[in-house]
Structure formats: structure tokens, C-alpha cells
């Protein structure tokens, strides 16, 4: 048990320069969220929807491009990679709206509070999901002795 526990220590130690190059990603998409947002309504004069019908598409690739090159460093299988950050983004989603409606709804606790419990479990958890799920490299092993045909 206690050669698990250090093994894992060291696998979180090994990878705290890829979390925070994860973390700084978030915080730039956050800064970028905003002033995008506010910029659009504001001096684009679009509606609060429109502008986040407009601007959200563009942080959800700044977020997976930049993960995908400078934290994970991921190589290749782009298509397959942005499946499935796309399913790890509705499946937060769903959670935050479950999250919201019992905390906020059931238990009465503030929204505020609520979302800032929220949001800081999905960093947590999607590091992990972004490392070993969403940019980990699937090798496809071929038999050796495999005739090519035309």
C-alpha cells in the first residue's frame, strides 16, 4: 500500500509543470472569455447571446489547441482528440447543471458557492481526463506478418 501511495505521489510531482501550463491555459481562456464577451456587447454591440453564441466556439479551440500543443503535447489524431474534448464539454456541462440544481436548489446553498465548488473539482478532474483520456496517444499495433494487397 505504501509503495502505491508514493507511486502516485511521484506520477502528481512528475506532472505539476503540465498542470500548470493546463491552469495558466484556463486562465487565459477565462480572461479571453470575458473581455471577448464584453467587447462584443459592448462595442459590437451584439445581444449577450449572440456574443456568446459567437465567441464561445473560439475558446473551446484556443482551449484545445494550446493543450494539445504546449501542456499535453499531443501528437497526431486530432479529430479523435477534439471528439472527445467535446464529450468531456458536455458532460461537464450536464454536471454543472445537475451540480447547480442540487447544491443551489436542494441543499439552498449560494449559486456563487455552488459554481466555485464546481469549477474547481472540473479543473481537477479534467486535468486528469485531458491527460489520460482526451490527448493520450492510441497506438495501433499491426501483425507483423500482414500481406499488403492493393
Known amino acids: ?48 447571446v449572440e456574443a456568446v453564441i459567437t465567441n464561445q466556439p473560439l475558446i473551446i479551440l484556443f482551449v484545445f489547441w494550446t493543450n494539445k500543443k504546449w501542456s499535453f503535447q499531443a501528437k497526431g489524431q486530432t479529430h479523435a482528440q477534439l471528439i472527445r474534448f467535446i464529450s468531456l464539454a458536455l458532460t461537464n456541462y450536464g454536471i454543472s ?3 447547480m440544481w442540487f447544491f443551489a436548489h436542494i441543499l439552498d446553498v449560494h449559486y456563487l458557492m455552488a459554481k466555485m465548488a464546481n469549477v474547481i473539482l472540473a479543473v481537477s478532474w479534467n486535468f486528469l481526463a485531458y491527460k489520460y483520456w482526451v490527448y493520450r496517444e492510441i497506438t495501433v499495433h499491426k501483425p507483423e506478418n500482414q500481406l499488403l494487397t492493393d
Open 1 to 48: 500500500m505504501k509503495k502505491k501511495i508514493i507511486f502516485v505521489i511521484q506520477k502528481l510531482w512528475h506532472a505539476r509543470w503540465q498542470f500548470a501550463k493546463y491552469f495558466s491555459i484556463g486562465l487565459t481562456a477565462f480572461f479571453l472569455d470575458i473581455g471577448s464577451l464584453y467587447a462584443l456587447k459592448e462595442y459590437a454591440h451584439f445581444s449577450p
Open 97 to 99: 447543471v445537475l451540480w
